[in-house]
């Protein structure tokens, strides 16, 4: 049986304090208590076995008995570039790409975007949302979670990071590639996913003009949330296997 597991951001013994939302799981909602063992994870590749030495609701002590590093895997990247979808459905596409392996999830603002983020926490909440995920499907490293951008700046900071990535972009022509049909390579992949308004025509000359390549994932119109489940999990699926 799996125990229960936490995020600490440092690792750093051998003693760390728990507090916020993950004391509160601790002693809340697991209800643990001094002398119990749990698992804590930092996110970015350090997992730790330890003991919990004192326990209240805000603040939680625990000694570390065993901690073991692990490099992050020797593999091609995925990216998610994702337009807003309407109401909470950016929160369950976080959670969802979190656990099919995603490595960075980037919001990008496209001309035809409807919905917006205004709160000033946006994106310490959603990694909140990511760390949640990561327990439950216990992956050890954290997907990157981008702050909003524009498409016009995404495109060259993205360029710079993976400058040799393959970069798709999901459309309905019947021409297109359909993507469980091509062929992926050992590059770094990033895959644009556009509003449910669909691109512009200006949006589309500035993917390709950077080597994007389209691709279809269905001859329906997806959702946004749907359509980058579905490039997340064909893309990890074939860098996986």
Known sequence: MHLNRF??????????????????????????????????????????????EKAASKSVLLKIVDLEKT??????????AVSFPKGERFDWLLEKCTELGIDRIIPVIFERTIKQPKNPKIVER???????????CRRIFLPQIDAPATLSEVIPALKKKYNKAEILVGCLEEKSTALVTKHLGTNDVIAFIGPEGGITEGEKTLLESCGAKSVRLTNTILRVETAALAFAAILTAVRDS
Not at 10 to 38: M, W, Y
Not at 126 to 136: E, G, R, V
């Open 7 to 52: 995020y600490c951001e440092s690792l750093k013994g051998p003693v760390i304090e728990l507090a916020g939302g993950q004391a509160h799981h601790l002693f809340n909602v697991c209800r643990l208590k001094t002398g119990d063992k749990v698992e804590l994870f930092d996110g970015a590749g350090t997992l730790a076995t330890a003991s919990v």
């Open 71 to 80: 490099e992050k895997p020797n593999r091609p990247e995925v990216i998610i």
């Open 126 to 136: 959603w990694q909140n949302i990511a760390i949640a995920a990561a327990k439950q």
